[in-house]
């Protein structure tokens, strides 16, 4: 028992000014931690930022950033470290403002207990709940219910005794496995390190001691082993390892294992350390595996128990907290990382967001930074994955924004989808180079790119009318048509401009296939979905071409109308106006169309694609 | 390895914990580096990265930068370990600083910082197009440090923004950069001081005699020992070095290092003494303390 008590990560949570940072600024002074010079400095520091009066105040020895410092509130999560003799402890401090929830979402996933603090004076707040919601969702299981400034209400048992009533009622749908409530002061110490004599009427442990003793035991050992696969040791040709850390369970030389995704099966030859071989290996800990036989196996696979194999789907349920900055758009491809996997994945649909004040379901179009979410994903590659409830290890992915490398969520996997699993695509005997042959032609897809009026129409109707001149069979895509069948039920938010780009480049990899040239006028103004564009067709086939004419330009033009109409506030979210144009970084081709006449910009399309050996 | 004592199940996961990020920074990156101090974490460090890929080599250099003024005892260590091991060991120094005749004492500690470490770095990574360097810093250092990722990501220029700070949950390091961007990787992140003398002790890792009390030549300035290590301290008037039992908590330039008095002269009385310490490691290191936010600025400029 002692050997699994190593160590404890916490987290504290509530509302700001429910005294958080205070708090854990007294566990500190009172395990002794907190040293001669970090005091002097702390009194020099309370009285120029300090909110305790003339007394030390603790928080300001977490507010490390000079921002949060200057403002009074924690920011980002910090960590601490203390030890007591019974336990080690790792305490992320996190914020409490609404607007930081990704920063207590990141202190709650390495966590397995979290203190919730509620101010006596104030009652359960919103935030109360929606961080007991987060801890939750991201699979903490062991709570402790700190009334804190209980000092203020003169220690009042009743006071006390209501709020935690009210908060077991509230919580009796989070699935936490204890929940722990204390009347505590942390600004004077009232039951932190020892049992106070302000509340003689409480029969609890005190904080400290509770701290000390629960029992959070992870059972990563007792679950199925899994093996994600961090690095191939290839040092010389006769030594062949895969290097990672046992994210559940235990493995033993001679043990089976298998590769989760193929299935392929080995035993387990060597479990190797720079410190000798193991015998056995268990959850935490970081080995080098040999193998019986040779199987390819790379990084980012997972070596599984084969008694115990996970779901492996490229499509399946998720909860997902959005952190970006910008909105999560269905349709939009994003790059996700589980265990030391990456892949490209897309959201394909949201299936509500959750309120986390309520619990309610709302429907929902997108999720804003801070939402959180039940959503369907789709992956390029098929994943392995255990359901984020029974397994944190194997369960979570994040996904990162292919441009700005933004971290933009966190994903905690319910299921597999198998909706995918029975469709297979038929084959048929006469494919895409039957038909580019018997055409003499290369199928490539035309993109035009450019803001409304820029002349992306105009041009590709002259393009078009040259090719079908020498006898190329071709066709032109324009966004306006589609939007009046395929695209009837999209509007403009950025939300529809996803998914009408992905329709529309569907659209063309079949006229492709078909053998034709495409030409396609969109506005397509982010690049994100050009560049999913590309790697759909495939970048041989795919020319962005870029339809370049200043907004004024455009504005004076305004062939439709449409432009004064959105100056006058008629049309929401209109490009260039309203919502922002992404123009290309480096188009195949570039076409100012400010500059030269549509049949000189014709031209040079054709031009280009003689240079290429595509027509004409 | 010598015959070593079965690790604390904290020490354990600290160590394991360790060596996948060392694993991972290897993985993702390009060109790593470790930057390589000499001091105790840079040892447990270096200790973790023989582990993490054995029975192959650490896939990258050591990088030292030189200020001129480290303690010729922390030199002569440098060579002979990067020796010992067979590795590559890198060593920079701001050559255009030496010759503006940037120092520790007539500069002042903020500019020779930042000119000798904080640009000596930067010109170092660019040199050699490194695109991530492990560190050897832990949160329980100082409180900036405290709210640091584990991979901590660096814009153009070296540039840290606190407050753009990745989200970084479970252990799904976020590892993708642009070219002209780069990581520091701190495997160390969750450690502590007692945490760093418990392994060397359990693992039995070399480190510089320096933090071991001995008669040294030291002279009393700033409410610290400082050590006349070699003919370039200037001695103020009426100051004559005198020969006290002293070691070194934090080690850097001489001339910003001070000592304590201490007769812990093993590795257990170091681990006793420190269990009864009042004063924070930091203390004896002079550039942390000019200013209120002092160390969260150098970090922002490129500072480790």
Same mark, same amino acid.
């Given at each position: 028992?002692?050997?699994?008590?190593?160590?404890?990560?916490?987290i504290?949570?509530g509302?700001?000014?429910?005294?958080?940072?205070?708090?854990?600024?007294?566990?500190?002074?009172?395990?002794?931690?907190?040293?001669e010079?970090?005091?002097?400095?702390?009194?020099?520091?309370?009285?120029?930022?300090g909110?305790?009066?003339d007394?030390?105040?603790?928080?300001?020895?977490?507010?490390?950033?000079?921002?949060?410092?200057?403002?009074?509130?924690?920011?980002?999560?910090?960590?601490?470290?203390?030890?007591?003799?019974?336990?080690?402890?790792i305490?992320?401090d996190t914020?409490?403002h609404?607007?930081?929830?990704?920063?207590m979402?990141t202190?709650?996933?390495?966590?397995?207990?979290?203190?919730?603090?509620?101010?006596?004076? @104030?009652g359960l707040?919103?935030q109360?709940?929606r961080?007991?919601?987060i801890?939750?969702?991201l699979g903490?299981?062991?709570?402790?219910?700190?009334?804190?400034k209980?000092?203020?209400?003169?220690?009042?048992?009743?006071?006390?005794?209501?709020i935690?009533?009210?908060?077991?009622?509230?919580?009796?749908a989070?699935?936490f496995q204890d929940i722990?409530?204390?009347?505590?002061?942390a600004?004077?110490?009232?039951?932190?390190?020892?049992?106070?004599?302000?509340?003689?009427?409480?029969?609890?442990?005190?904080?400290?001691?509770?701290?000390?003793a629960?029992d959070?035991?992870?059972?990563?050992?007792?679950?199925p082993?899994?093996?994600?696969?961090?690095w191939?040791?290839?040092?010389?040709?006769?030594?062949?390892?895969f290097a990672?850390?046992v994210a559940?369970?235990?493995?033993?030389?001679?043990?089976?294992?298998?590769?989760?995704?193929?299935?392929?099966?080995s035993?387990?030859?060597?479990?190797?350390?720079?410190?000798?071989? +193991?015998?056995?290996a268990?959850?935490g800990?970081?080995?080098?595996?040999t193998?019986a036989?040779?199987?390819?196996?790379?990084?980012?696979?997972?070596l599984?128990?084969?008694?115990?194999?996970?779901?492996?789907?490229?499509?399946?349920?998720?909860?997902?907290?959005?952190?970006?900055?910008?909105?999560?758009?269905?349709?939009?491809?994003?790059l996700?990382?589980?265990?030391?996997?990456?892949?490209?994945?897309?959201?394909?649909?949201?299936?509500h967001?959750?309120?986390?004040?309520?619990?309610?379901?709302?429907?929902?179009?997108?999720?804003?930074?801070?939402?959180?979410?039940?959503?369907? +994903?789709?992956?390029?590659?098929p994943?392995?994955?255990?359901?984020?409830?029974e397994?944190?290890?194997?369960?979570?992915?994040i996904?990162?924004?292919?441009?700005?490398?933004?971290?933009?969520?966190?994903?905690?996997?319910?299921?597999?989808?198998?909706?995918?699993?029975?469709?297979?695509?038929?084959?048929?005997?006469?494919d895409?180079?039957a038909?580019?042959?018997?055409?003499?032609?290369r199928?490539?897809?035309?993109?035009f790119?450019?803001?409304s009026g820029?002349?992306?129409?105009t041009?590709?109707?002259?393009?078009?009318?040259?090719?079908?001149?020498?006898?190329?069979?071709?066709?032109?895509?324009?966004?306006?048509?589609?939007?009046?069948?395929?695209?009837?039920?999209?509007g403009?938010?950025?939300?529809?401009?996803?998914?009408?780009i992905?329709?529309?480049?569907?659209?063309?990899?079949?006229?492709?296939?078909?053998?034709?040239?495409?030409?396609?006028?969109?506005?397509?103004?982010?690049?994100?979905?050009r560049q999913?564009?590309?790697?759909?067709?495939?970048?041989?086939?795919?020319?962005?071409i870029?339809?370049?004419?200043?907004?004024?330009?455009?504005?004076?033009?305004?062939? @439709?109308?449409?432009?004064?109409?959105?100056?006058?506030g008629?049309?929401?979210?209109?490009?260039?106006?309203?919502?922002?144009?992404?123009?290309?970084?480096n188009?195949?081709?570039?076409?100012k169309?400010?500059?030269?006449?549509?049949?000189?910009?014709?031209?040079?399309?054709?031009?280009?694609?003689?240079?290429?050996?595509?027509?004409? | 390895?010598?015959?070593?004592?079965r690790?604390?199940p904290?020490?354990?996961?600290?160590?394991?914990?360790?060596?996948?990020?060392?694993?991972?920074?290897?993985?993702?990156?390009?060109?790593?580096?470790l930057?390589?101090?000499?001091?105790?974490?840079?040892?447990?460090?270096?200790?973790?990265?023989?582990?993490?890929?054995?029975?192959?080599?650490?896939?990258?250099?050591?990088?030292?930068?030189d200020?001129?003024?480290k303690?010729?005892?922390?030199i002569s260590?440098?060579?002979?370990?990067?020796?010992?091991?067979?590795?590559?060991?890198?060593?920079?120094?701001?050559?255009?600083? +030496?010759?503006?005749?940037?120092?520790?004492?007539t500069?002042?500690?903020?500019?020779?910082?930042?000119?000798?470490?904080?640009?000596?770095?930067?010109?170092?990574?660019?040199q050699y197009?490194f695109?991530?360097?492990?560190g050897?810093?832990r949160r329980?250092?100082?409180?900036s440090?405290a709210?640091?990722?584990?991979?901590?990501?660096?814009?153009p220029?070296?540039?840290?923004?606190?407050?753009?700070q990745?989200?970084?949950?479970?252990?799904?390091?976020?590892?993708r950069?642009?070219?002209?961007?780069?990581?520091?990787?701190?495997?160390?992140s969750?450690w502590t001081?007692?945490?760093?003398?418990?392994?060397?002790?359990?693992e039995?890792?070399?480190?510089?005699?320096?933090?071991f009390a001995a008669?040294?030549?030291?002279?009393?300035r700033?409410?610290?020992?400082?050590?006349?290590?070699?003919?370039?301290?200037?001695?103020?008037?009426?100051?004559?070095?005198?020969t006290?039992?002293?070691?070194f908590?934090?080690?850097?330039c001489y001339?910003?290092s001070?000592?304590?008095e201490?007769m812990?002269?093993t590795?257990?009385?170091?681990?006793?003494?420190?269990?009864a310490?009042?004063?924070?490691?930091?203390?004896?290191?002079?550039?942390?303390?000019?200013?209120?936010?002092?160390?969260e600025r150098?970090?922002?400029?490129?500072?480790?």
């Amino acid at each position: 028992m002692a050997a699994k008590r190593d160590l404890l990560r916490f987290i504290t949570c509530g509302s700001v000014d429910d005294g958080k940072s205070t708090l854990i600024g007294r566990l500190l002074h009172d395990c002794g931690l907190i040293f001669e010079d970090t005091y002097s400095n702390l009194r020099t520091d309370s009285q120029r930022h300090g909110t305790s009066g003339d007394a030390l105040d603790f928080a300001l020895l977490l507010d490390g950033l000079e921002a949060e410092r200057q403002q009074g509130i924690t920011i980002d999560v910090a960590y601490r470290f203390f030890a007591t003799p019974q336990r080690s402890f790792i305490v992320a401090d996190t914020p409490g403002h609404e607007q930081y929830t990704r920063n207590m979402a990141t202190g709650a996933s390495t966590a397995s207990l979290a203190i919730i603090l509620v101010d006596a004076t @104030k009652g359960l707040l919103p935030q109360s709940r929606r961080h007991s919601i987060i801890c939750s969702l991201l699979g903490i299981r062991h709570i402790v219910l700190a009334i804190n400034k209980m000092d203020l209400v003169g220690f009042d048992a009743a006071r006390f005794g209501a709020i935690v009533a009210e908060y077991r009622h509230f919580a009796e749908a989070l699935g936490f496995q204890d929940i722990t409530a204390i009347p505590i002061s942390a600004r004077r110490g009232d039951n932190i390190a020892s049992l106070s004599n302000n509340t003689p009427w409480y029969r609890g442990p005190y904080l400290l001691a509770h701290s000390e003793a629960v029992d959070v035991a992870a059972d990563q050992a007792d679950k199925p082993f899994r093996f994600p696969v961090q690095w191939v040791n290839r040092p010389n040709a006769s030594f062949r390892g895969f290097a990672g850390i046992v994210a559940s369970g235990r493995i033993a030389a001679g043990d089976a294992i298998m590769l989760a995704v193929t299935g392929a099966q080995s035993r387990v030859a060597r479990i190797v350390t720079a410190a000798g071989d +193991l015998a056995e290996a268990v959850a935490g800990q970081a080995v080098t595996l040999t193998l019986a036989d040779e199987i390819d196996i790379a990084r980012g696979d997972m070596l599984v128990a084969p008694s115990a194999r996970p779901e492996t789907a490229d499509q399946f349920a998720a909860d997902m907290l959005w952190m970006g900055q910008e909105a999560l758009l269905p349709g939009r491809d994003y790059l996700l990382r589980i265990g030391h996997a990456w892949t490209t994945a897309r959201v394909t649909s949201l299936r509500h967001r959750l309120d986390v004040t309520t619990r309610e379901h709302k429907a929902a179009r997108q999720l804003e930074m801070n939402d959180i979410g039940l959503c369907h +994903l789709a992956s390029l590659q098929p994943l392995s994955f255990d359901p984020y409830a029974e397994n944190r290890a194997t369960g979570a992915f994040i996904l990162v924004d292919r441009f700005t490398h933004e971290t933009v969520a966190a994903g905690m996997i319910r299921h597999g989808l198998r909706r995918a699993t029975n469709i297979h695509r038929a084959a048929f005997s006469i494919d895409k180079t039957a038909r580019s042959e018997r055409y003499g032609q290369r199928p490539v897809l035309l993109w035009f790119t450019g803001l409304s009026g820029s002349g992306k129409s105009t041009i590709a109707n002259l393009v078009e009318q040259a090719l079908f001149a020498a006898g190329r069979p071709c066709y032109s895509l324009d966004g306006d048509n589609l939007r009046h069948g395929l695209c009837r039920d999209l509007g403009f938010t950025a939300a529809d401009r996803v998914e009408n780009i992905r329709r529309a480049g569907e659209v063309a990899k079949l006229f492709l296939d078909a053998g034709l040239i495409v030409l396609a006028s969109f506005i397509s103004p982010f690049r994100a979905e050009r560049q999913m564009l590309r790697e759909l067709i495939g970048a041989e086939d795919f020319l962005e071409i870029h339809v370049d004419a200043s907004l004024e330009t455009c504005m004076a033009r305004d062939p @439709k109308g449409l432009y004064a109409k959105a100056k006058a506030g008629l049309i929401p979210n209109f490009t260039g106006i309203s919502s922002p144009y992404e123009a290309p970084e480096n188009p195949n081709i570039h076409l100012k169309t400010g500059d030269f006449t549509a049949e000189a910009c014709a031209e040079q399309v054709l031009q280009a694609l003689r240079v290429k050996g595509i027509a004409c | 390895m010598s015959a070593k004592q079965r690790l604390t199940p904290h020490l354990a996961r600290l160590e394991s914990e360790a060596i996948g990020i060392l694993r991972e920074g290897a993985c993702a990156f390009r060109r790593p580096v470790l930057l390589y101090s000499i001091g105790k974490d840079s040892s447990v460090l270096l200790h973790l990265a023989l582990k993490a890929f054995y029975p192959g080599t650490p896939p990258f250099p050591l990088l030292h930068i030189d200020t001129t003024w480290k303690f010729r005892e922390m030199i002569s260590f440098r060579d002979a370990t990067a020796k010992r091991h067979g590795l590559e060991l890198l060593v920079h120094t701001n050559q255009e600083g +030496l010759s503006r005749g940037i120092n520790p004492i007539t500069s002042g500690s903020g500019l020779h910082t930042q000119v000798m470490k904080t640009e000596a770095l930067r010109q170092a990574l660019d040199q050699y197009g490194f695109d991530a360097a492990f560190g050897g810093a832990r949160r329980d250092e100082e409180k900036s440090r405290a709210k640091e990722r584990v991979f901590s990501f660096r814009g153009p220029g070296h540039v840290w923004e606190p407050r753009l700070q990745r989200p970084e949950l479970w252990s799904l390091f976020n590892t993708r950069i642009h070219p002209g961007e780069s990581m520091r990787i701190f495997p160390l992140s969750n450690w502590t001081e007692y945490d760093v003398w418990d392994y060397i002790a359990a693992e039995n890792i070399p480190v510089v005699p320096l933090y071991f009390a001995a008669p040294r030549p030291v002279v009393r300035r700033s409410g610290g020992w400082i050590m006349v290590d070699d003919e370039r301290l200037p001695l103020e008037a009426g100051e004559t070095p005198e020969t006290r039992m002293v070691r070194f908590r934090t080690l850097g330039c001489y001339p910003l290092s001070g000592a304590i008095e201490s007769m812990a002269a093993t590795l257990p009385d170091i681990i006793t003494e420190m269990r009864a310490a009042r004063r924070s490691e930091r203390e004896g290191r002079l550039i942390d303390h000019d200013g209120e936010a002092s160390m969260e600025r150098k970090k922002r400029e490129g500072y480790f």
